[in-house]
């Protein structure tokens, strides 16, 4: 039903906000139709012309959100999908042109999938909030298809977090995202809190949890967070009325960076929003659970 082609992933980029949604029956469903995916997103961009911004369109196969609504996403120019699963994905438009005046070419819907960059023909049945981008190109000599890289080259994220399972020992990678900032960025590590990508993980009893990112001090590689440097330290926030705090559910260690989610808990989802102050040697987190 769809084609997948991979591609090294070399940044990130990831919308934050996106809520996951519990399976329901629909209509078409039980009369064995394929459903509409509702949980299924277009972003199909924006450019500047004459310093002015624009954004690049899509005229069927989806309803334009509100600004409101995009930017409770924190993405610009969204659309909700209004398609069923296996049909052709609608072809978005834009009037952005290139240094020789030629019109820019779509390439395709992407998105990332297991940190590697996917592209689909046809509308995928998801299960969770899902965003596809547009792939603009303005060289039209490129190929269609994005060129598989060696396998035997593995190219880390920039931003991600490593969670140790407690009962098997082995290591899961959630890729994470920069997003927009509410602190000064004199006094942030890199400029940007991290969030986590696509949504909503599971923890269980015991599990690790090490943060690792790219930007601290010198370094232009994922490295773990907080710096190791004097004043490292390690603030889990409540949501201000008290009412969700993280110290409820994880144990900083200032040691070794990591954090744990208490043995005495049950098996939970979480969203993650992390931020850096004093040039990276402090870390801010905060966890939101699903209920």
Known sequence: MKKILALALSSVLVISGAAAFAACTTAAEE?????????LYFVPGTYMSDG??????????ATKLSDDKCAEMNTENVYQCTLSAGANLPVPTSQRKDKDDNLYTFNGWWTIVNATVTYYETVPTVTETTFL????????????????????T??????YMSIKRAKTGEEEKVVLRVSG????????????????????????PGDIITVYTAGL???TEAQ??????????????NNGEGTNITANYLTASITDGTMTYRKSLKKRHFRIYIKFQSAGAKMTVYMEPMD
Do not use: C, M
Request: net charge negative; hydrophobic share 30%; charged share 25%.
């Open 181 to 204: 900032t509410d602190v000064s960025a004199e006094t942030l590590g890199y400029g940007r809190p991290v969030q986590l990508y696509n949504g909503w993980f599971e923890l269980n």
């Open 154 to 159: 593995t190219v880390q994220p920039l931003h």
């Open 52 to 61: 002015v911004k624009v954004e690049n369109t899509l005229s069927d196969g």
């Open 217 to 219: 001090g010198e370094s």
């Open 31 to 39: 009369e064995g139709q394929k459903p509409v995916q509702e949980k």
């Open 133 to 152: 981008y547009a792939d603009w190109r303005a060289d039209l000599s490129q190929r269609k298809d994005p060129i598989v890289p060696d396998e035997s």
């Open 224 to 237: 773990i967070a907080p710096l190791d440097v004097a004043g490292r330290g390690i603030t889990l926030e």
